[in-house]
């Protein structure tokens, strides 16, 4: 059986990953990592998880095979790099870093360990964009996200939201190799709040766009994809339309499905739980990831441009 710390069990961690993790208990021996005694207790109680320990150096001191990282990404360097020289597997929330130059060196150091360092990218794992993802000859992929009068400084919008549609696109389009063209743009207010920003990529086949708008009437998340054979659509990750020349079809999840595992969250997990159980190729992998945070890096620089 596999042991996995997990760090940082704030709000992401209990909606996302414990209620999976609970799940997984036949399979993985958690021990969870808090400064906090009463919320570790509280925590340990509700998911019926035993073992636990109140700093990440005590944490280390455990014989795990992996760690969890929850914690906010101003730490992510120190604790993904401690844990990568221990001799340890990691899974850390998106982003891996902001600065473009750490998530260069935290991937090589986990290359010369030989151990996987996975981003929580879960819409890569969401049923309905593997879905899209499967399908062939791609010409046309739009991400969108938007939110209802959201005021974010611009930085963090493009790396807590916009990170999303840029690497969602990225995943749904085929390698970009050396000879694509990269076209940012960006509106912010008089107090530099991001407003809209739009991430263009033409490659020789494939046009692809990643959005954000935080000023729009609605909070949602669509992404579509055209072919030779239709327009289809992915609505807030529950919703898949197929429109082409026969007719229109919807398919929605089926009301049991659960939404960890609709949004992607539980089949990331386990995916990640399968690569270590098996010795398996990283579930993110780093060429991508590396270029999801470039190209958000690129993002944050065009606005001061």
């Given amino acids: 059986m596999l042991k996995i710390g997990v760090i940082g069990l704030g709000n992401i961690a209990q909606k996302a990953y414990l209620p999976v993790m609970a799940q997984?208990?036949?399979?993985?021996?958690?021990?969870?990592?808090?400064?906090?005694?009463?919320?570790?207790a509280q925590l340990q109680a509700q998911y019926h998880l035993e073992r636990g320990c109140l700093s990440f150096d005590a944490l280390l001191e455990q014989p795990l095979d992996a760690v969890f990282i929850?914690?906010?990404?101003?730490?992510?360097?120190q604790y993904v790099k401690q844990a990568l020289l221990n001799g340890l597997h990691v899974f850390v929330d998106k982003p891996l870093s902001e600065n473009p130059l750490e998530v260069a060196e935290l991937y090589k150091l986990a290359a010369s360990k030989e151990r996987l360092?996975?981003?929580?990218?879960?819409?890569?794992?969401?049923?309905?964009?593997?879905?899209?993802?499967?399908?062939?000859?791609?010409?046309l992929i739009n991400v969108t996200k938007t939110r209802v009068a959201t005021r974010q400084p611009t930085?963090?919008?493009?790396y807590d939201l916009m990170i999303h549609t840029i690497d969602t696109a990225l995943f749904l389009a085929d390698s970009l190799g050396?000879?694509?063209?990269?076209?940012p743009y960006c509106q912010q207010d008089a107090n530099g709040n991001l407003q809209l920003a739009q991430l263009t990529i033409e490659t020789p086949r494939q046009l692809i766009s990643a959005t954000l708008n935080m000023q729009s009437g609605t909070n949602q998340e669509i992404t579509?994809?055209?072919t030779p054979?239709?327009?289809?659509?992915?609505?807030?990750?529950?919703?898949?339309?197929?429109?082409?020349?026969e007719g229109s079809r919807i398919q929605t999840a089926a009301d049991w499905t659960p939404t960890l595992e609709t949004r992607g969250f539980a089949p990331m997990i386990?995916?990640?739980?399968?690569?270590?159980?098996?010795?398996?190729a990283n579930p993110v992998l780093p060429e991508s990831s590396l270029l999801t945070h470039q190209l958000c890096h690129s993002m944050v620089h065009f606005t001061k441009a």
């Fill in 24 to 40: 997984l208990q036949d399979r993985v021996d958690w021990v969870l990592c808090t400064r906090q005694p009463a919320k570790l």
């Fill in 70 to 77: 929850h914690t906010p990404t101003a730490t992510h360097y």
């Fill in 117 to 139: 360092l996975t981003v929580g990218f879960n819409r890569r794992f969401a049923p309905f964009l593997q879905k899209l993802n499967n399908l062939p000859d791609k010409q």
């Fill in 155 to 158: 930085a963090f919008a493009i």
């Fill in 178 to 183: 050396t000879n694509y063209k990269i076209r």
């Fill in 224 to 226: 579509s994809l055209q």
């Fill in 229 to 245: 054979h239709g327009l289809f659509t992915v609505d807030n990750l529950t919703h898949y339309t197929t429109q082409a020349a």
């Fill in 270 to 280: 386990n995916a990640f739980i399968t690569a270590l159980e098996t010795n398996g």
